[in-house]
């Protein structure tokens, strides 16, 4: 059962000998009452605030970059920021290419030309797209006259020999820019496609497209820009951004603008700079950071952390409390409980150093100038 905000405040009540409340009056505590219960948030800001960089409180986002915009700010629910974790990449066109939950973002693009057929949503994998004698299409934003790379997977499970249309152009089912067909041979298995077209317009049409009555599965359908290499950023500090980048990066020309290759922390601790300033608007940044916590509030709040440290909530709340009465003995006693259970919060949750890894090139010399030797 999950220990929520209720349950947590009873067992504290309990373990103090005073009354404990129901869902019906929690809202309308008093005395001790609602002094645990601000005692409890109080505990888990203790707890985090230990150990900011908890697995617990992982989370991961992106960011579009605007041409000439070198500055952006943080999610609004950020703790603390990896800035070893900065890479950037090209930006993905698709919306909703995974098919992860849905098929929406797609339009039925089926014709009398296709067949009578309606795309579906298929559970499988982590969500495909099944035609069956159907189309879908959606319209992606592009630059004139740039090459781009497609990637499709297909599952062909009636093991029916369908061969999968894909089309690229500038309407639903248009071939402007792009003709192609995948087949699967290795029925089950699933097959690829790797190509590229070069947009003629800017609004440019993706469509995919099975014509027989037999089920084809769209695992996912991928579009980035194929001039772009995702690269990791390196970090480096305001005052060296002062000193060797800052002055380059202030120039109003966009000659000055180019591939990001730094990202920069601004004190203020609410944004990030990249430098030099992006010259596209093509590319995504993709980072992890730790989030804050939301309090309990309800009765029915859930802890974030799991039900098996909520004793250690308890253990901070009791000493707060025990400080509360005045009571120092009692209070070093729930402290010192606290203390051992933290421990073993940081060993099965903390943040552990790196991994050294030793380089197989070094094995693979090392084999080569034994074998050559004997």
């Not at 309308?28 to 908890?54: C, M, P, W």
């Not at 305001?238 to 990001?260: C, E, H, M, R």
């Not at 890894?357 to 034994?370: L, Y």
Request: contains cysteine; glycine residues 6%; negative net charge.
């Amino acid at each position: 059962m999950a220990t929520t905000y209720l349950i947590l405040s009873n067992r504290i009540l309990r373990e103090l000998n005073e009354v404990e409340m129901t869902s019906s009056n929690f809202s309308s505590s008093r005395g001790i009452q609602t002094a645990v219960k601000d005692f409890i948030n109080k505990a888990v800001h203790d707890i985090y605030n230990e150990g900011a960089e908890l697995p617990l409180l992982h989370s991961s986002t992106t960011q579009a970059l605007q041409a000439g915009d070198g500055e952006y700010t943080f999610p609004s629910d950020m703790r603390r920021v990896d800035f070893e974790s900065f890479f950037l990449k090209p930006t993905e066109l698709i919306t909703n290419g995974e098919f992860t939950s849905a098929i929406s973002s797609w339009t039925n693009a089926t014709t009398g030309a296709v067949g009578e057929g309606t795309p579906a949503y298929n559970s499988g994998g982590n969500g495909r797209c099944r035609l069956n004698d159907a189309a879908v299409s959606q319209a992606i934003t592009t630059v004139k006259n740039k090459t781009y790379k497609v990637q499709v997977r297909v599952i062909d499970s009636a093991s029916g020999g369908s061969s999968l249309a894909v089309k690229v152009g500038n309407a639903a089912h248009a071939t402007t820019d792009l003709s192609t067909t995948l087949t699967v041979a290795n029925y089950g298995e699933g097959k690829v496609l790797d190509t590229t077209f070069t947009a003629s317009q800017t609004a440019t049409y993706i469509t995919i497209i099975n014509s027989d009555a037999n089920n084809l599965d769209v695992d996912y359908v991928r579009v980035s820009r194929s001039d772009i290499a995702p690269k990791k950023l390196a970090h480096i500090t305001y005052d060296t951004y002062l000193q060797t980048n800052k002055v380059a990066d202030d120039v109003n020309l966009s000659s000055a603008y180019g591939i990001p290759t730094k990202v920069i922390r601004k004190p203020d601790y609410g944004s990030f700079i990249l430098s030099p300033k992006p010259n596209l608007g093509e590319y995504t940044v993709s980072y992890d950071y730790y989030a804050t916590h939301t309090d309990l509030s309800a009765h029915g709040d859930n802890m974030g952390l799991p039900d098996r440290f909520a004793s250690l909530i308890i253990d901070r709340s009791k000493y707060y409390i025990y400080m509360l009465r005045s009571d120092p003995e009692h209070a070093q006693l729930a402290d010192r409980d606290y203390q051992r259970k933290l421990k073993l919060l940081k060993v099965d949750y903390g943040t552990h150093s790196a991994d050294y890894m030793r380089t197989d090139t070094i094995a693979e010399s090392i084999a080569t100038t034994v074998g050559t030797a004997s």
